[in-house]
């Protein structure tokens, strides 16, 4: 995503994902991130891992199907923070690497992230960039550069 971005946007990144569980797996992906920040030359701002949120937020609704409402809450956490760190750096233009996912509803995306975006005043990216071979480059990239690579979404019902 940032290598396509760059072509025409200035990129800063940030992560956000107290979904992750169990604690390990959160570090082990973020170390990834890091990574990838590292080898594009991006900065990368990291959220504090506030485990209570996401149980808060889903406590009602852990026996949904991966894809369901619980999933639509969670992006929505996620696209919040996103949004309130964008506004707190002056930034105007927000997205998200959610999309890169085959399994995620994007148009479910991009529905939350026009609707948070523009309760904060923001604009927000849309796009599906899994789409012209952005899958297969993540996965590429990904090999080259040894990233670690979940095979779960990332909360424990997903794990499960
Ligand atoms: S399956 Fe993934 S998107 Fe859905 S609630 Fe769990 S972590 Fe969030």
């Known amino acids: 995503m940032i290598e396509r971005l760059e072509r025409e946007w200035s990129v800063a990144c940030v992560w956000h994902n107290p ?10 992906r973020l170390e990834s991130m890091r990574t990838v920040a590292e080898r594009t030359g991006t900065s990368l701002a990291v959220l504090p891992y506030d485990v209570d949120r996401w149980p808060e937020l889903c406590a009602r609704l852990l026996e949904e199907p991966e894809g369901g409402a619980r999933c639509e809450v969670c992006f929505r956490m996620r696209l919040e923070a996103t949004a309130q760190w964008a506004v707190a750096e002056g930034i105007e233009t927000i997205a998200t690497t959610l999309s890169i996912s085959p399994h995620k509803d994007v148009e479910r995306i991009n529905a939350i992230g026009h609707d948070v975006a523009a309760r904060h005043g923001l604009l927000f990216l849309a796009g599906d960039f899994k789409q012209r071979g952005g899958f297969q480059r993540s996965v590429e990239l990904s090999r080259e550069w040894g990233l670690y690579r979940q095979n779960y979404c990332g909360c424990l019902q997903s794990m499960r």
């Not at 979904?19 to 082990?28: L, S």
């Open 19 to 28: 979904n992750i569980q169990p604690a390990e797996e959160h570090e082990r």
